[in-house]
T-cell receptor, first 114, second 112 residues
Framework: KQEVTQIPAALSVPEGENLVLNCSFT??????LQWFRQDPGKGLTSLLL?????REQTSGRLNASLDKSSGRSTLYIAASQPGDSATYLC?????????????FGSGTQLTVLP | NAGVTQTPKFRILKIGQSMTLQCAQD?????MYWYRQDPGMGLKLIYY???????DKGEVPNGYNVSRSTTEDFPLRLELAAPSQTSVYFC???????????FGSGTQLSVL
């Protein structure tokens, strides 16, 4: 059974720092991996989706990498801002299964201090 | 540009009551999902659908039922509510497994 782990559970950084969020998964037979952002009391917003054949995806100040062989993905946030404060979740979709259901990590709660 | 719309946003139920959580999407997505999120935990899949008339169980289906009569709508039915069903429920959709997942804003449900 696929397990997805995100460590640390919480992270606090001063504004302007570059930071890396980690996601690890136990089964490398994945179809794709997504990073989501969740603001308090809100739904999840998909930030980046990396297909299994890709190594990284970029969107603005965000860069996500994928290393299937080691079962790891990272989300790099450049020049962090207070508006980046949120919980970040990663989720993997397995290669097998009729709808290829996502397995979610429990998230990293990021606080960017002004 | 509505996306995924969930109603209600909040609800309090008494033990044994029933209710339906509504979910609608206007993006012509084939795949729709219901998740629950408990504090400090990742999301758990309750039910999913790959198209109108086709539904299947996820990881935690007990106590719930779904139907998918149209592409747009995917309601979640709670029968005989129990305190263990206190959670935040999210509906999500995507065009295919290969594409991004879009979420509704959630329904916070308390069963007392």
């Amino acid at each position: 059974k696929q397990e997805v782990t995100q460590i640390p559970a919480a992270l606090s950084v001063p504004e302007g720092e570059n930071l890396v969020l980690n996601c690890s998964f136990t089964d490398s037979a994945i179809y794709n991996l997504q990073w989501f952002r969740q603001d308090p009391g809100k739904g999840l917003t998909s930030l980046l989706l990396i297909q299994s054949s890709q190594r990284e995806q970029t969107s603005g100040r965000l860069n996500a990498s994928l290393d299937k062989s080691s079962g790891r993905s990272t989300l790099y946030i450049a020049a962090s801002q207070p508006g980046d404060s949120a919980t970040y979740l990663c989720a993997v979709r397995p290669r097998s299964g009729s709808a290829r259901q996502l397995t979610f990590g429990s998230g990293t709660q990021l606080t960017v201090l002004p | 540009n509505a996306g995924v719309t969930q109603t209600p946003k909040f609800r309090i139920l008494k033990i044994g009551q029933s209710m339906t959580l509504q979910c609608a999407q206007d993006m012509n997505h084939n795949y729709m999902y219901w998740y629950r999120q408990d504090p400090g935990m990742g999301l758990k899949l309750i039910y999913y659908s790959v198209g109108a008339g086709i539904t299947d169980k996820g990881e935690v289906p007990n106590g719930y039922n779904v139907s998918r009569s149209t592409t747009e709508d995917f309601p979640l039915r709670l029968e005989l509510a129990a305190p263990s069903q206190t959670s935040v429920y999210f509906c999500a959709s995507s065009y295919s497994p290969n594409e991004k997942l879009f979420f509704g804003s959630g329904t916070q449900l308390s069963v007392l």
